[in-house]
């Protein structure tokens, strides 16, 4: 069965970032993966932009609409993505609920900015039986999934100290390694404000801060976008190292093993196991697990009470600002 999905938004994530790829090259829009995914017909978009509404149906070959209920009525969709602005997110996602009835729907991170307003968002899909997710996307990595495992099995041993880097703000970028780091690490348990930092285009906050989880506590701190982007991730393990690199693109376990010099010191080993990551193909890798849930199968996406679980983190840690 092929399910017919509906991208709502044609900014970069919906669209734009790899418009211009070649064939076989990365896969980190939305239009992209479900165009390229054999579980999936991309039946239509709706962007507000005549310019971005003539250059998906020039690349795709398929209708694009200037109003989101238009493009509901004549597709009926499975699939809906909500890839608007973050405050158009509560909106459309009124519109996908009054005017259609997908099986699922894949929302832009965060939900919303405003904490009552995603809440009403989670309720009112599950009032309605329609899965949401929320395009975290790094859930859905091999290499992600892979640590995560590590880390429920005790083969990465918990409790865990650590140190992440972000940058463009913590609701913006902050919020995918907020999420990950619950997904690895279990609940934010607490949270200590280090540094009040600055506002990122002059709405988002930068602070840096010592958060307590489930298994362990990890420093986060405020790098600064406009010199370079810069997200990584630090773990110290009981038994090695863990380092989540580039954003992802490079993630290393480095297991403690016996000094060759020197007797009865204990260092990590050099060279390290590379952890496969599929982050190019990020948003592939996304669909891949949509259309597992669609087929009933086990998936990993972040679901919308999960992303409401870290958006609720997020103003918890910010109470202080």
């Not at 980190?28 to 971005?52: I, K, M, Q, Y």
């Not at 997710?133 to 992600?144: G, L, T």
């Amino acid at each position: 069965m092929r399910w017919r999905a509906i991208v709502a938004g044609l900014g970069q994530i919906g669209m734009g970032y790899d418009l211009g790829a070649p064939a076989y090259g990365p896969i980190t829009t939305h239009a992209r993966a479900l165009s390229a995914h054999s579980a999936f017909d991309l039946v239509g978009a709706v962007d507000p932009d005549a310019n971005r509404r003539g250059a998906f149906e020039q690349h795709y070959g398929a209708k694009a609409y200037a109003e989101l209920p238009d493009a509901l009525a004549t597709h009926t969709p499975d699939v809906v993505v909500v890839a608007g602005p973050t405050p158009l997110h509560g909106p459309l996602m009124a519109q996908v609920l009054d005017h259609s009835a997908p099986r699922a729907v894949i929302c832009e991170k965060p939900l919303s900015q405003d904490l009552e307003e995603a809440r009403g968002m989670v309720e009112a899909c599950e009032l309605a039986g329609v899965s949401l997710f929320v395009n975290y996307m790094r859930r859905s990595d091999p290499a992600v999934i892979e640590c995560k495992g590590r880390l429920d099995n005790g083969a990465i041993e918990a409790p865990v100290k650590g140190v992440l880097w972000y940058s463009k703000g913590l609701f913006h970028n902050g919020s995918h390694f907020v999420n990950l780091l619950e997904y690895w690490l279990g609940r934010v348990r607490g949270s200590d404000l280090l540094n009040r930092g600055r506002l990122w285009d002059d709405h988002d906050p930068e602070p840096d801060l010592r958060v307590t989880f489930d298994r362990g506590v990890v420093v986060f701190l405020a790098a600064r976008e406009e010199a370079f982007s810069h997200y990584t991730v630090e773990l110290i393990a009981e038994n090695g190292r863990l380092r989540y690199d580039r954003g992802g693109e490079l993630v290393v376990w480095q297991p403690a093993e016996p000094d060759r010099d020197f007797e009865g010191y204990t260092v990590l080993s050099t060279g390290g196991e590379r952890i496969r990551s599929a982050l190019a193909r990020y948003q592939w890798s996304v669909t891949n697990e949509l259309a597992k849930s669609l087929a009933g199968e086990p998936f990993h996406l972040c679901s919308g009470r999960e992303a409401l679980g870290t958006l609720e983190s997020i103003h918890t840690m910010l109470e202080g600002i």
